[in-house]
């Protein structure tokens, strides 16, 4: 073993201890309701992405084991290849009548979508507008893009307009990159004012709609929020989180998804999803889509938590408190844990330095009583913290 090397990486573990941001992989077994064990303690956990609780639903793990049965555990090779699983054409036909596009393509998960759509529609000859929160994935894209690319300001039209002004005519297309949701904030991105700058400056929306999809809009995402619906060139989803099960996708014209599947490398070079998570994904999808309700479970919970709370009212899902530092942010989750309650401290480098935060994501498969309980003891401990 080549020790030097050693050395330099357990100095680079020590200097990120010393910022109290080292992560540590905790084993945490999911029951149901929310409730999870880790460490041998049994918690409420408001940390965890499966918005509509779908990944413990009873249809859905059964289609699941249905499809493994029929199909095998792994698909074999990549899609482009033999992994085409039948599976695969129903569940894009779903997504793109649910979204009401036109076509849909779905790849091996959310990360893979965002780091193959970016680099596969952009060329050196285009410039990429990008929110300076865009989630790791949209970053990686970027850097994997031959384009230009400059951040604007968080949710920032101004600074976007005074980009367009200053760049655009030098380049020969022009994509502005945001979210429905930001993940970390739980604020929405500005779609409609993007989209009225796009179409002034000849420019097209890439939208990541992870945490919007399956939750607002009727469960339809983030778009569809508004009347009309703003005009988006594509917009990418995941399976992961509201849909209860892997991958991810995007929605866009029948020319894009064509696109896609000859130049988005991490479709072509990567194996197809396993048929029992496709056959997972097409359940939830018909769930949702045979009852809407059931989407607007989370957001609602989000409100109550902060109306009693007192905290601002949440524009998502997704609640994050500003806890500042490393630590204070860690004494926080601690403190929950107290009370019984899992909720993840969210540090730098996921966030930027001194905005350490709790994060709480609501599901329907919480109980009401757990929210008022929850918002009580966030009263107290935010009260003792500050
Ligand atoms: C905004 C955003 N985009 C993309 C992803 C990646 O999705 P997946 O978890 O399916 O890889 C995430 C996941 O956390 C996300 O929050």
Known sequence: MNSKIISLYKNKLSEINKLSQTRKLVLTSRNNNSIVTRNEKTLISF???????????????????????????????????????????????????????????????????????????????????????????????????????????????????????????????????????????????????????????????????????????????????????????????????????????????KTIIRLLHNKARSLIYTTGLPPGSLAASIKSLEIIMSNSKITNKPYQYAKLFCKIAKLPTPESSIVSIIMHSEENAIKASKLFEKYGYYIGAIRPPTVPINTSRLRFTFSSAHKKKDIINLAEHAKNILKRLN
């Open 47 to 253: 940390s965890c992405n499966d918005y509509l609780g779908l990944s413990k639903n009873k249809e859905v793990v059964k289609a699941s084991i249905r499809a493994t049965k029929q199909y095998g555990s792994g698909s074999g090779a990549s899609r482009l290849v033999s992994g085409n699983n039948p599976l695969y054409e129903k569940l894009e036909h779903l997504l793109a009548t649910y979204k009401k596009s036109e076509g849909a393509c779905v790849f091996g998960s959310g990360y893979l979508t965002n780091t193959g759509i970016i680099p596969a529609l952009s060329s050196n000859k285009d410039i990429l507008l990008y929110d300076e929160l865009s989630h790791s994935s949209t970053n990686i894209g970027i850097k994997l893009s031959s384009a230009k690319s400059i951040n604007f300001k968080h949710n920032d039209s101004n600074h976007v307009e005074s980009l367009l002004k200053k760049y655009r005519q030098k380049y020969f297309h022009c994509f502005i990159l945001t979210e429905g949701v930001f993940s970390m904030d739980g604020d929405r991105g500005k779609i409609k004012e993007l989209a009225f700058l796009a179409n002034k400056y000849n420019a097209s929306i890439i939208l990541d709609d992870a945490h919007g999809f399956g939750v607002l809009g009727n469960g339809r995402g983030s778009l569809h929020e508004y009347t009309p619906i703003p005009e988006i060139l594509v917009q990418m989803g995941t399976l992961s989180k509201a849909i209860g099960s892997y991958g991810g996708f995007v929605t866009a014209s």
